[in-house]
């Protein structure tokens, strides 16, 4: 009876390191969206993780963290929606809810922002009380987090124009030259703003942009924003 006994507790201890192994092996964190974009979304859930018999049908799954606070499931990495579309009936034998997402419309809680977060922070500490006093310290926030600290490296920003829910025609902005378009999944919001210049060339820019009208422009280091430019570019 005991070594009954002592072959079950081995086998459960055997048990949940193998399956601390397969959930190791298939699950890899990601933090960083990167190309082909278009993949396929298995499941979707709040704070806690799946079972690790769950993705027993595929190889490999890449996990999301996103910052509504949901973990995303996604497998594979295809070159276009067509061809993402093309595997999908494949994986919705085994997974029912099944669906194609561009992981660019995915906001991950690794790439919050870093901006916006010393744009609060120095709002905070200056207890703004007035919406003009709000513009003019975002504008000073930018510059203390993000000018003064990439200038001399010389990095590549962007100026944003104007900030929609709905999408705008880019020939609205003239004078400017070129302008981008970028697509932000987190609060879904279609952002404009400059093509790309260097950091010797930011404050130059800047005045023009504002000479013209965008009295709200704001400087932003283009890697924030390069991983959501949409196909209107």
Known sequence: MKKQLLLLIV???VGSLYAEDVKNERIRPTEEITSPYFSIQLLALEQYQPDTLYFQHVSKVRQFCCIDGF???LVGQYESYEQAMDSLSVYKQKYNDAFVVD???LKLSAQIDTVQVAIVKRLNEMKVKTLNQQKETIVEAIA???IQSKIEEDGIFVIQLSATR???SKYSFEGVGDVLEFFMPGDEMYRYTTDRVVGSEVEELLQKVRTLGYHDAIVVEFSLYKNYLTNNN
């Open 71 to 73: 973990n995303r499931y």
């Open 166 to 168: 709905f999408p705008m």
């Open 144 to 146: 203390d987090s993000v």
């Open 11 to 13: 086998s459960m201890f």
């Open 103 to 105: 992981t660019r419309r």
